[in-house]
């Protein structure tokens, strides 16, 4: 299969929740979803055994760009097609992809302690990277965090 | 042992709890897992990362593009070029800029030798976790023929700094190719040796055959990459399927095994040396002739760009976007090591304590690669120190 | 007063302590050596020790205070008694009686048998599974490396170790009894702990086994233990199977060869797991040593 063909059929299997397509580069396809059909989405991909997640990538825009977004690249071969989520910076929510993909269980963790969006269902949820002490509500990857919090005294 | 003493004592139905890392002999690397044992029979495994964040995707955002590539050559002090390379080879596509082919050359082939003596120090780390010292100490002899060889060409043993956004640093003389060739004739007779020690030493083979069998279903469904993934069986190399640079015109061989487990990881790796010094022989061979730099606009345009370079130890995975300034927005790394932690964990039920040391290794890890955004600080103690600060701290400590 | 001397001095005491170092040294030399290593210089086993036995001694919370002071001590003397019963230097040991054979092998024994006390003390995990592999272990080689020790015994129809030595004199019981030679050789590194019987030592696994918690003087005290302990198991397979020690050059060379063949076994092996080792000691080792006790008995009754 080529790379344009493999594309051609991400595009239909992606068709019934697609709401705008990009293709940025030859081998690329951008995909914009919403949050809510992202189970969907991903097991229709994972069911063709098209590709397989090889990241997902939090995006923050800043307030006046649209916030933050959650790109889900997936890869088959030469081809790459990235699943866009919008979220909104109160309470950006993600449903889990782990009950098709295992295997996106540390990058779901990344993404929510880096950049506070909550990954429901999520198999654990626990720290991956940030210390166990790491205070509450600071994501260090968001573009308005510049600091740690000064600590509370006890 | 931190825990309190009454935590520890284990009566019958507790959990017994083998801690490697952060600090233990088996992982000289900062990370931690925990294995729960039952005897000898290793039940549970547990792995807690991040011990040195570094913040380094949160520092791009205040570099620019050219500060940026020598901190990213600096995530990993084994695969520093493999870095290096998919950054600028991001940047390039941002800019629609192309390197030229003398260029892209001489990038495949530091990189090949980097993937040389990649995996010629996997095996001496391999060996030693399997208690087999000799096999250590000779491997990382020969792997100075490959050190030594990379400084001829670039000056350094391991931050090659080859790269600049648009080409290379360096070029390669014929003189050097030729010490080049005969270094990798010496690295050819050796790895022949190798491939035979891991495939016939029969004491050798009672630790690593059949040990942490990983099948071609399973490889996919964890989602392992890289040399761990071909050692199952799975076809996956970005060289191969998506080639980038000199690679389209110079197509390495790709090397599976079907067995899966860590005897096959082993050959794996070793074979992989061998199609590298093929490689690199014959682009030394059909080195193009021209430029070494193609020219970069200082701003680079607005637009996301992604590029994956096959690492070592699998796909390195880059993602930049930028926003018209001289700063990227974003860039987002993923190293192949976190996407091969997964496959560990599960591997590791049911077998034997000893062979953890060895599960873990198998997967080439690199914490480095891991563990690279955020600084980590007490929150206690979260003042800054400065260096004389810190050097009084020291002294008043020790002087007692 | 002879007897002090004889304790204290030679050829127990100091001088054992001595030659257990120097024959450190030749291993970690050697081994280096085949390695493609430099390896360290004469004198380090001796700087070791000092900074050893200089160092504060930690004693970890939650053991016996006694036993973790005492084990060491007890480890060491074990060792140095043994020493007293074989005929170090190619001399007339110190001490003889008949039986002493049964008496030093088990008082070899007990230092591995502190070793794994001496983990078991402790709260630590990596002791805990280090003190079950060395006594795992100590049951699996124990029994072999005594029945190859008494193949020879047989032959000389004595329990002492100096008749058997007598007997042996000039006789290289390697040629007639290679199976009995072999086992105990393996044996004695399985004794030792050397590679690729380190399993109840693997560093990349349980960091330092049974030892993991100790530190300074009772860490010292064990490692000088082991190095007695090689140096009278060299003595006494050399004396055994490479036709008795006759006099002190003699006894160099011909424990230095067993060294030299022990240390290039190491070199060559990789680490077993604890089950291969049993595994390999009841399936193959005491099969040998069996076999070969029975060919002496043969032998024995036929030529009778």
Request: glycine letters at 8%; charged letters at 20%.
């Amino acid at each position: 299969m080529t790379t344009q063909e493999r594309l051609q059929q991400a595009a239909e299997l992606l068709a019934p929740w697609t709401k705008s397509t990009a293709t940025p580069e030859d081998v690329r396809l951008d995909v914009v979803i919403d949050a809510a059909d992202l189970g969907a989405a991903v097991a229709a991909l994972h069911g063709a055994r098209w590709g397989y997640l090889t990241a997902i990538t939090g995006l923050d825009d800043g307030p006046d760009a649209g916030g933050l977004q959650a790109l889900y690249h997936f890869i088959g071969g030469a081809a790459v097609v990235t699943l866009r989520v919008s979220l909104p910076y109160d309470n950006p929510t993600v449903p889990s992809v782990c009950g098709v993909l295992a295997s996106a269980s540390f990058f779901e963790r990344e993404l929510a302690e880096m950049f506070g969006v909550t990954v429901v269902d999520t198999p654990n949820p626990d720290r991956l990277f940030l210390p166990e002490d790491w205070p509450d509500g600071a994501y260090p990857l968001r573009k308005d965090y510049t600091d740690v919090p000064a600590p509370q005294a006890d | 042992m931190t825990q309190p003493i009454e935590k520890i004592e284990t009566p019958k139905g507790e959990r017994f709890i083998i801690p490697i890392g952060p600090q233990h002999p088996a992982l000289k690397e900062p990370g931690h897992f925990e294995f729960t044992v039952d005897g000898e029979t290793v039940k549970d495994a547990t792995v807690r990362l991040g011990y040195v964040h570094r913040g380094i995707e949160k520092a791009t955002e205040s570099r620019n593009y050219i500060q940026n590539l020598y901190l990213l050559e600096r995530i990993c002090g084994i695969c520093s070029h493999t870095h290096a390379m998919t950054y600028s080879l991001g940047v390039e596509k941002l800019a629609g800029v192309e390197a030229p082919p003398r260029a892209q050359a001489i990038r495949v082939i530091v990189a090949e030798l980097e993937r040389i003596h990649s995996h010629m120090l996997w095996l001496g780390v391999a060996a030693h976790e399997a208690g087999f010292d000799t096999l250590f100490m000779y491997s990382w002899r020969d792997r100075e023929t490959v050190m030594d060889l990379l400084e001829l060409l670039s000056g350094n043993r391991v931050n090659y700094s080859a790269n600049v956004l648009g080409g290379v640093k360096f070029d390669i003389t014929p003189e050097q190719a030729g010490d080049v060739l005969k270094g990798l004739d010496f690295l050819e007779g050796r790895n022949r040796h190798y491939l035979d020690v891991v495939s016939n030493d029969a004491l050798l083979l009672g630790r690593i055959r059949g040990v942490g069998v990983m099948t071609q279903a399973d490889a996919e469904r964890l989602g392992a990459i890289g040399p761990t993934a071909r050692a199952s069986g799975v076809a996956l190399d970005v060289r191969i399927d998506a080639p980038y640079i000199a690679y389209k015109d110079f197509q390495p061989a790709l090397i599976t095994e079907t067995a899966g487990d860590l005897e096959a990881r082993f050959k794996v790796r070793v074979r992989e040396i061998e199609e590298s010094i093929r490689l690199i022989r014959l682009l030394l061979e059909h080195l193009p002739e021209g430029e070494l730099v193609a020219r970069m606009p200082r701003r680079i345009p607005a637009g996301e760009a992604i590029s994956r370079v096959e690492a070592p130890r699998g796909e390195a995975f880059y993602f930049i976007k930028s926003n018209g300034t001289d700063t990227p927005a974003r860039v987002k790394v993923r190293t192949p090591t976190i996407f091969n932690m997964a496959t560990v964990l599960s591997l590791a039920k049911g077998l034997q304590l000893a062979d953890m040391p060895m599960i873990l290794v198998g997967i080439d890890p690199c914490f480095s690669c891991n563990d690279r955004m955020v600084t980590v600080r007490e929150a206690e103690r979260a003042e800054t120190w400065t260096w004389n600060e810190l050097r009084e701290h020291g002294i008043k400590v020790y002087q007692r | 007063m002879t007897s002090i001397i004889e304790l204290l001095l030679f050829p127990s005491g100091l001088f054992v302590l001595a030659l257990g170092l120097a024959y450190e040294w030749v291993d970690r030399k050697l081994l280096a050596q085949m390695q493609n290593r430099i390896g360290p210089r004469w004198f380090q086993p001796f700087a070791d020790l000092i900074k050893l036995l200089a160092k504060e001694e930690i004693v970890p919370e939650g053991v016996n205070r006694v036993l973790f002071l005492g084990l060491p001590v007890v480890a060491l003397a074990g060792a140095l008694t043994a020493a007293l019963y074989v005929p170090l230097l190619g001399l007339a040991p110190a001490y003889s009686f008949p039986g002493d054979l049964i008496v030093t092998v088990y008082l070899l024994s007990l230092l591995t048998l502190c070793m794994g006390l001496a983990g078991a003390n402790t709260l630590d995990r990596f002791s805990l599974i280090g003190a079950t592999r060395t006594l795992t272990q100590l049951f699996s080689y124990e029994a072999p490396f005594m029945l190859a020790l008494l193949a020879p015994a047989l032959v000389a129809g004595t329990w002492q170790i100096s008749g058997i030595v007598a007997h042996a004199d000039g006789q290289w019981m390697l040629l007639t009894q290679p199976l009995g030679f072999i086992v105990a050789i393996i044996g004695l590194m399985g004794k030792l702990e050397m590679p690729p019987f380190d399993a109840p030592e693997a560093e990349t696994e349980i960091v330092a086994g049974a030892l993991t918690e100790y530190s300074g003087r009772g860490y010292a005290l064990f490692r000088l233990g082991k190095n007695v302990e090689l140096v009278v198991g060299l003595t006494l397979v050399a004396a055994f199977y490479l036709g008795g020690v006759l006099n002190p050059i003699d006894f160099v060379l011909k424990t230095g060869g067993l060294l030299l063949v022990m240390v290039g076994v190491h070199a060559v092996m990789t680490r077993m797991r604890i089950e291969q080792t049993v595994g390999l000691w009841w399936r193959y080792g005491a099969l040998l040593v069996l076999v070969q006790i029975l060919i002496q008995l043969v032998w024995k009754v036929a030529a009778a």
